[in-house]
């Protein structure tokens, strides 16, 4: 399982360099990685950091994972490190009155008959991760409602997920319900699932796997 390695910080200034950073966080290392971006921040601009040093870092992991050279349980310590960052950014622009909303509205639900959401819960960690404002409506969630939600909150992206075959209908019912109803493009995802079938029931998108809805998510919104 490959690396990058990350020396041990023993002075008492922490090293403001990209590289530690990004490998913080291909390690997992949640709270070195906040430590970095609390350094960082002291003379860096919050978006040159995302962009720049944590966006990267969470590609990388990406790669890795679709190249299993990075496992599951890493990509997840990853996930987390740079949620890590990415909160330690966040209060220091809510501290300092700058912190808006991305726009970049996701909305994503497991559907109606399905109590399955693992899959989707990771999902919503890596969206989040590239910061995407991702609103979760759980699971067996109704058409109806996942079709309210998307018109309530303007959501230009919906992530639908089903791991059984016996709930597949109510994923084509509710694609049919946002098509009919508003703009938003469908992914969908889930192991009963192929490119072939996802197309079969209307849906915009197919993704293979968490990385594969980020993938979506940039092209959706122009990232």
Same mark, same amino acid.
């Given at each position: 399982?490959?690396?990058? #390695?990350?020396?041990?910080?023993?002075?008492?200034? /922490?090293?403001?360099?990209?590289? *530690?950073?990004?490998?913080?966080?291909?390690? &997992?290392?949640?709270?070195?990685?906040?430590?970095?971006?609390? #350094?960082?921040?002291?003379?860096?601009?919050?978006?040159?950091?995302?962009?720049? $040093?944590?966006?990267?870092?969470?590609?990388? #992991?990406?790669?890795?994972?679709?190249?299993?050279?990075?496992?599951?349980?890493?990509?997840?310590? =990853?996930?987390?490190?740079?949620?890590?960052?990415?909160?330690?950014?966040?209060?220091?622009?809510?501290?300092? &009155?700058?912190?808006?909303?991305?726009?970049?509205?996701?909305?994503?639900?497991?559907?109606?008959?399905?109590? $399955? *959401?693992?899959?989707?819960?990771?999902?919503?960690?890596?969206?989040?991760?590239? %910061?995407?404002? /991702?609103?979760?409506?759980?699971?067996?969630?109704?058409?109806?409602? /996942?079709?309210?939600?998307?018109?309530?909150?303007?959501?230009?992206?919906? %992530?639908? =997920?089903?791991?059984?075959?016996?709930?597949?209908?109510?994923?084509?019912?509710?694609?049919?319900?946002? $098509?009919? $109803?508003?703009? #938003?493009?469908?992914?969908?995802?889930?192991?009963?699932?192929?490119? =072939?079938?996802?197309? =079969?029931?209307?849906?915009?998108?197919?993704?293979?796997?968490?990385?594969?809805? /980020?993938?979506?998510?940039?092209?959706?919104? %122009?990232?």
């Amino acid at each position: 399982m490959e690396y990058i #390695a990350a020396a041990k910080d023993t002075s008492p200034a /922490v090293t403001k360099t990209e590289g *530690d950073l990004k490998a913080d966080i291909l390690n &997992g290392l949640k709270e070195d990685a906040a430590l970095k971006t609390a #350094a960082l921040l002291q003379d860096t601009d919050p978006m040159e950091i995302i962009n720049a $040093h944590i966006i990267p870092a969470l590609d990388e #992991a990406g790669k890795r994972f679709e190249q299993k050279t990075l496992f599951l349980p890493q990509l997840l310590m =990853s996930a987390d490190a740079a949620k890590a960052a990415f909160e330690c950014i966040k209060a220091d622009m809510l501290k300092k &009155g700058t912190a808006k909303k991305s726009g970049d509205t996701i909305l994503i639900a497991t559907v109606e008959g399905d109590v $399955h *959401d693992i899959g989707k819960n990771i999902v919503k960690v890596l969206l989040e991760n590239y %910061g995407f404002e /991702v609103i979760d409506l759980g699971k067996d969630v109704k058409c109806e409602t /996942v079709l309210e939600k998307t018109k309530e909150t303007g959501a230009r992206l919906v %992530g639908l =997920s089903a791991l059984m075959t016996t709930t597949v209908p109510s994923m084509e019912k509710t694609i049919r319900l946002i $098509h009919t $109803h508003t703009s #938003a493009k469908v992914m969908v995802g889930g192991a009963v699932l192929t490119p =072939s079938y996802a197309k =079969s029931i209307d849906a915009d998108f197919y993704a293979k796997d968490a990385m594969g809805g /980020v993938k979506i998510a940039k092209e959706v919104f %122009g990232k």
